[in-house]
DNA sequence: TATTATTGTATTAAATCGACACAATGATAG
DNA sequence: CTATCATTGTGTCGATTTAATACAATAATA
């Protein structure tokens, strides 16, 4: 996939149709090697790390602009996005301290913009941002910079660094609805692979939950519920016994989840 | 309590200070006679129902316009309160079509406003707004309404009549989050009086949840909890055994809100 | 004093829990 | 080929919790 362009007249687009004062931006969370990450968007020409993020048309509801946000900014399609709260706080707009707003400019200025300039102001206003997050398969998925960022990585959430503005206590915020309710929603499924291990998913509601858990009694209580299938062997080629593998019943994962998963580890 | 007046050039204020596009809307819930209620504004001149709801200065956080909000829409203060949801979607415009905008025209003209006229054009632009939902003690309240409303009303959440625009909808997620959430939110605390029956309790729980729970079972795991105090037995007039009643050890129930309780009905 | 409805607590079998044990396994090293 | 090793699947077992029910203890009324 080509990293994508900006349109003609990028800049009097959003001028012209985005909703004033209103933002969104996106949690979007993978798990890879035993750890919870989120990708993150690093700006061109600055050591400047943001989650994705972007403006609502006048026309579009806030659940499509953040799936087009998503797909314009990080190239991912078709995945579970969910909103969170809102950040409505007026200091989250400090960080256009001057500053700020001068290393802005400065990186803005670098970045060509076709058949107009940009407008600082416009994004120095105060911004009431949205967050949703995402949940998705990072093995399934190829994310693509933008043309305002040199790159995107996956970041294990222990290890984020110093973000733009407050996108450090959005993250945190998603991270904590993500505990809160968890059994309402459908992490297991979006987050592993088709199939993995009873290890997989265990280590992920460890690293969801931030504790540890008695690896026999997780297998109880998860098969107990009915709702994995399992498959053969994964001979890993590790000098140890080779664990199953396993699948969601996709209907009665989607039933339990619905009506909240009685989980109580 | 006196009925507020508008202040002067309610509208001039209105739209020189408030940040354009954005509302906020607030669940008011009480429980009262075995039942959850949520209090809601009576138009004048129509029988015409809607949340308490209002807009956000632009030097102003969003929480802060939800306490403001709700002091000057029902002199509720001091109230717990906490955000749901933002509602973005397109439709919920849909309420200013052409007979709607008619009503609203209607009734605003019969609301004398002092200094100015009503700008019916503001309020038909497309609004964002976030929920909030408040957990109150309704004994220990007295909501009157603003110089727009009539009358507020405590209505049963089985029995509310159709609402302005998309309030039934805000109200059922602003419900569904209640019991999402349930085990994280302070409901017992803020609901009920300072002492309250185990059946009080067991009530309250069993209308946010929805079903019907075993009464010896629940006494049990309650009492197990060790976030009760319990003192005299209340005299009630009834023909049969007076229950004790109970209050919550504050910091006890706090750090297990703060935990998540560990419920499982 | 008997009746009545509700409350506090006990009982009991079944289910579940945490913690641990241990054999089975798949590679590797000797 | 055998011993070793780390990990996995499953079993065990006492303690705890659960659901369901039973029943005595009220507080008013008849």
Redesign the interface.
Known sequence: MEQQEPQRNWMEHLQANA????AIDCVILGYQNEQLKVLLLKWKFEDLWCLPGGY?Y??????E?AHRILAERTGLTSIYLK?F??F????RSQYYRPEQVALLKKILAQIPLEGQDWDVDWFTK?F?S?GYFALVDIEQTTAQPDFLSERCAWCSVEEVPSLLADHNKILQKALEQLR??LN?LPVGISLLPTKFTMKDLQKLYESILGVSLQRSNFQRKILKLGMLVRHEKQMTGAAHKAPYLYSFDKEKYAALVER?I?F?F
């Open positions: 909703l004033p004062h209103n609502i006048q026309t579009e509801n806030f659940d602009a909103q709260y809102t409505g706080q007026l200091e105060r009431v949205t809160i309710q309402y909240g009685g109580s």
